[in-house]
């Protein structure tokens, strides 16, 4: 009965926010969102060539996915993922982008991808495997809201485009979100976090 109300005593402090889980998801989101600005620049120089297969602009749709899985493996809290990738997207909106408004709702999808990730694991693995996961999952729901907002292909070109999204989410947000997290944790710029000490236990 104890180790029962231990275990569920446990469970209520790991979804606890603190002060500086919430400064920092922020911090992360507004750092992104900068960065979304940035890559929305570059995005309009090379989107022309998409042109001759539209759907392979899912290659490079990973790096929009990226404050959700960073997000969450930093914080570690149910609703890190979601508060990171919108305050991206708001900063985004704010700076001003090729879609407008539209960015908002991508974003609460976006980090909705990731929390169901997590939230599969029930809050408690924080590896690569959940970040690639994170990645696909948010691509993926990203694709089908992007189907319908943006694009009007046939149904193969909007399979495709999922599945080059879901690729780049894997690798660019998942793979690379996941090598962010550690670098930052070498850097020891994560020592109030679960990241920083799992860092510190390895070394």
């Given at each position: 009965m104890s180790t029962t109300l231990d275990k569920g005593s446990a469970?209520?402090?790991?979804?606890?926010?603190?002060?500086?889980?919430?400064?920092?998801?922020?911090?992360l989101g507004v750092a992104f969102g900068v960065v979304f600005w940035g890559w929305d620049q570059a995005y309009n120089v090379f989107s022309p060539a998409f042109n001759v297969f539209p759907p392979?602009?899912?290659l490079v749709g990973g790096v929009w996915l990226l404050p959700a899985v960073v997000g969450a493996l930093v914080v570690r809290r149910p609703g890190a993922a979601l508060l990171t990738e919108l305050v991206a997207a708001t900063v985004e909106a704010l700076l001003g982008n090729r879609w407008g408004a539209g960015v908002l709702v991508s974003g609460g999808l976006q980090g909705l991808g990731v929390e169901i990730a997590?939230?599969?694991?029930?809050?408690?693995?924080?590896?690569?495997?959940?970040?690639?996961?994170?990645g696909v999952l948010a691509a993926?729901?990203?694709s089908v809201y992007e189907w319908s907002a943006y694009w009007d292909w046939s149904a193969g070109w909007d399979l495709l485009y999922l599945l080059f999204?879901?690729?780049?989410?894997?690798l660019v947000a998942g793979v690379g979100g996941w090598a962010l997290v550690r670098a930052l944790a070498r850097a020891g710029a994560l020592s109030a976090f679960a990241a920083g000490h799992e860092h510190r236990a390895r070394g």
């Open positions: 469970r209520r402090r790991a979804a606890r926010w603190r002060t500086v889980d919430i400064v920092t998801a922020a911090v392979i602009a899912g997590v939230a599969l694991f029930l809050w408690r693995r924080w590896n690569l495997g959940v970040a690639v996961l994170g993926s729901l990203e999204f879901a690729l780049s989410g894997a």
